[in-house]
Every structure is written in structure tokens, then in C-alpha cells.
């Protein structure tokens, strides 16, 4: 098991955050480690943990409704979330950035380049965003093709060398 997982359960880590009011949900929703800090996705808030003591460094409250995922971009942590926003942050946890296009939750981040993070939502599109000045670039939508929530992005590598992007 991991030093994450043994020194507090899901649950107990979630009580302790619930009495101090970072939480009022039954779920962590998702996490990411960056450097010494552990983000936790919650509803409405970020909570960063320090590593070794699993105390709350800082609560980020930028977000809306729940934050669904997180992925690190270089320097910056991007957050999605049901509010249908991308949040960008410091790695400190100064936030950066609000970015919109989508119409509906926001499921999953992917960096596919060094300059391209692709966005997928319930809406059924996933969005082509630029890394260094956060503008649209363009935006993959086949009705007739995708026709549920997209979920989840990944990038996959074949023996070739050829990159293609699942959903």
C-alpha cells in the first residue's frame, strides 16, 4: 500500500476534512500529486495537502460545482469541473485563469502536446485549448458519430510511433 493509504483511509481523511469545513460532500473526486502537495477535487474547492503530514496546506475555492479532474501542465495545474470551466493555478495555488467553451461538465484533461490540452465533456465536444495563452483552437463535435458524454481522453502509443487520442 502506499504511505497515502496508510496513514488515513478515504473515509477518514474525509470526516477530518468535513469537521473542518473543506468539505461537504461524502467524495474526494479526484487528486494529483505535484512536488510535496496532494490536490484533492472536491465540490466547489481544491484542498492541497502536504504529503508527509496529510494536513491542509490551503482551501482554493474558484470553481462552482464539483471539480471532476486535474491534470499538470508544465508549471500550472489545470482543474475541470461541472460548472463547465477550466481553472488554471500555480503550483503555489494562485489562481491564474478561468477558460469557457463548454456547455456542460467537464470529465477529462489531456495533454496531448506541449502545446495543446484537450478538454472532454458531457456535451458531447472536446475542446482543442492553446497551453501558453489558454485561447480555443479548435473543437472536435460528430453528432452523428458521439453520441454520449464523452468521459474520459487518453493518449495511446503504438509500436509505430504514432500517437492517437481514445474517448
Known amino acids: 500500500k502506499s504511505r497515502f493509504l496508510r496513514k488515513k483511509s478515504n473515509r477518514q481523511m474525509l470526516v477530518a476534512l468535513q469537521r473542518k469545513r473543506y468539505s461537504n460532500t461524502d467524495a474526494v473526486i479526484c487528486m494529483l500529486k505535484v512536488e510535496h502537495k496532494v490536490w484533492l477535487g472536491l465540490y466547489r474547492n481544491l484542498l ?3 504529503i508527509e503530514t496529510m494536513e491542509p496546506v490551503c482551501v482554493l475555492s474558484s470553481h462552482t460545482d464539483k471539480i471532476d479532474c486535474m491534470i499538470l501542465v508544465g508549471d500550472f495545474i489545470w482543474s ?3 460548472d463547465k470551466t477550466i481553472r488554471v493555478w500555480s503550483k503555489e495555488g494562485l489562481f491564474l485563469k478561468m477558460i469557457q467553451g463548454h456547455q456542460s461538465r467537464i470529465f477529462s484533461l489531456l495533454q496531448v502536446n ?3 490540452i484537450w478538454s472532454a465533456s458531457w456535451d458531447r465536444n472536446i475542446i482543442i485549448w492553446d497551453t501558453k495563452d489558454y485561447k480555443f483552437l479548435g473543437k472536435f463535435t460528430e453528432p452523428q458519430v458521439i453520441t454520449d458524454a464523452i468521459s474520459c481522453l487518453v493518449k495511446v502509443e503504438s509500436q509505430n510511433g504514432k500517437s492517437q487520442v481514445w474517448s
Open 48 to 50: 492541497l495537502c502536504d
Open 80 to 82: 475541470g469541473s461541472s
Open 114 to 116: 506541449s502545446d495543446q
